[in-house]
């Protein structure tokens, strides 16, 4: 089992910044590639970014240029650092972490709402 707590959400203003931290727990040991993923109301939810435990990042073509993913592997930490934020960024954003179990369906987050006003 793998367990993620999110943090950093909050509000911003457009063309801010926020930078948004997910600490894993558990079997770490297990886990491949993790990621960024949003659900804006009404609509599903959609990959941000992901990154594998060797650093090879890959990002949705509408936050490439103002998202970028990190990974901190000793402190089983990925970060999210968020620029330029537009209103449509407003969703929760959700932490995902895939492992190198076979059949795994991977883990969730609980998920840290950010909101950009315009």
């Known amino acids: 089992q793998v367990q993620l707590v999110e943090s950093g959400g909050g509000l911003v203003q457009a063309g801010g910044s926020l930078r948004l931290s997910c600490a894993a727990s558990g079997n770490t040991f297990t886990i491949n590639t993790m990621g960024w993923y949003r659900q804006a109301p009404g609509k599903q939810r959609e990959l941000v970014a992901t990154?594998?435990?060797?650093?090879?990042?890959n990002y949705a073509d509408s936050m490439k240029g103002r998202f970028t993913i990190s990974r901190d592997n000793a402190k089983n930490t990925v970060y999210l650092q968020m620029n330029s934020l537009k209103p449509e960024d407003t969703a929760v954003y959700y932490c995902?972490?895939?492992?190198?179990?076979?059949?795994?369906?991977?883990?969730w987050g609980q998920g840290t709402q950010v909101t950009v006003s315009s």
């Open positions: 990154i594998t435990s060797r650093g090879r990042t």
């Open positions: 995902n972490a895939m492992t190198f179990v076979p059949g795994s369906a991977g883990y």
